[in-house]
């Protein structure tokens, strides 16, 4: 589906640094003379933003796993229709915070049945992988304290506690096995800047 351009997904769990590390990167690569667009999920488009409130704000159970993963996959898609793949056509470099991986992670864990649903919309309905993902690895404690630190109304996911942060730290790295040519893996527990050299050094060497 896409042509030129360059995609890059992020990915870990709250409070590992995604944020603050696609801000980085952004402005690197923009150095660097790229036009880049920041943007993330649920969300990133108008519609898939009114999605995103449905799915982040409200009690944990507020949708059956099944219902949550379409809600995902209706956002993605019109963030998809609408901003990264216009912007792939246009040349430019997407970088955006979570995609499928993350939907593969909250809701495809909760059961073998569910995975597969989201790995069959995925392939039905998105049918887009990124370039590059950038899983950011780090101590669900650390990430927790840091997601904690921030007051925002979404919390559906962060108040899962640290538990279920550790079974999806653990699966991300397992993702990462899955995914070889398509996921690395940095060392969230590093400082701000030397994360984000890490993470410069492996973007530009997939860029060249
Ligand atoms: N390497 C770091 N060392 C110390 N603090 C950090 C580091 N990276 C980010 N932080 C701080 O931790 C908090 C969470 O970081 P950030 O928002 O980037 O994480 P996130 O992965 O986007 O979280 P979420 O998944 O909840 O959106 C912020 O207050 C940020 O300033
Ligand atoms: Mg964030």
């Not at 409070?15 to 920041?38: A, M, N, P």
């Not at 799915?55 to 219902?67: F, H, I, K, Y």
């Not at 470099?93 to 939907?103: H, L, W």
């Not at 400082?191 to 997939?206: E, N």
Request: contains cysteine; hydrophobic residues 35%.
């Amino acid at each position: 589906m896409k042509e030129k351009g360059f995609f890059i997904s992020f990915e870990g769990i709250d409070g590992s640094g995604k944020s603050t590390q696609i801000q980085r990167l952004g402005k690197y690569l923009e150095t660097l003379g790229f036009d880049v667009i920041i943007t993330r999920e649920p969300g990133g488009s108008v519609g898939g933003e009114q999605i995103r409130n449905l799915l982040l704000q409200g009690a944990v159970d507020r949708w059956s796993p099944e219902t949550e993963i379409l809600l995902f996959t209706a956002s993605r898609r019109d963030h998809l229709e609408r901003i990264i793949l216009p912007a792939l056509e246009n040349g430019k470099i997407v970088i955006c915070d979570r995609f499928t991986d993350s939907t593969r992670m909250y809701q495809g864990m909760r059961g073998p049945s569910l995975r597969k649903f989201v790995e069959l919309l995925n392939e039905k309905v998105i049918k887009c992988n990124p370039d590059l993902t950038i899983i950011i690895d780090i101590n669900p404690e650390t990430g927790l304290k840091r997601a904690k630190s921030r007051k925002t109304a979404e919390e559906r996911f962060e108040n899962f506690g640290v538990d279920l942060q550790m079974k999806m730290r653990q699966g991300f790295i397992e993702l990462s096995k899955e995914f070889s040519n398509r996921i690395e893996v940095v060392n969230g527990q590093q400082s701000v800047d030397k994360l984000a050299q890490d993470i410069c050094t492996l973007v530009k060497a997939r860029l060249s």
